[in-house]
């Protein structure tokens, strides 16, 4: 079983920057390819970033040259660092694994990114 936590959401102004954590519970073998998804009011959610164990990423591209995700295998964390933050980044962010020995998805509760204009 893995536990997934965010935090570092909260309110920021249109330009500004945020970095999102979150620590993965659970064996360090189990956790495979994390990744953060986003959810705004009345939308589907939507993939943000990935990052395998090996460090290989993917972006979607609306956030493509402004988010950076990145992991510590170590510490089971992985984080997202996004810059010049816009209105539509507005979403409840969420964080995900993928167990590598079930194939089953973790996900976080979730943390607010709200973005004033």
């Known amino acids: 079983q893995v536990q997934m936590v965010e935090s570092g959401g909260g309110l920021v102004q249109a330009g500004g920057s945020l970095r999102l954590s979150c620590a993965a519970s659970?064996?360090?073998?189990?956790?495979?390819?994390m990744g953060w998804y986003r959810q705004a009011p009345g939308k589907q959610r939507e993939l943000v970033a990935t990052?395998?164990?090996?460090?290989?990423?993917n972006y979607a591209d609306s956030v493509k040259g402004r988010f950076t995700i990145s992991r510590d295998n170590n510490k089971n964390t992985v984080y997202l660092q996004m810059n010049s933050l816009n209105a539509e980044d507005t979403a409840v962010y969420y964080c995900n694994t993928k167990s590598r020995v079930n194939a089953m998805d973790y996900w976080g509760k979730g943390t607010l990114v709200t973005v004033s204009s």
């Open positions: 659970g064996s360090s073998f189990d956790i495979g390819t």
């Open positions: 990052i395998t164990r090996s460090s290989t990423t």
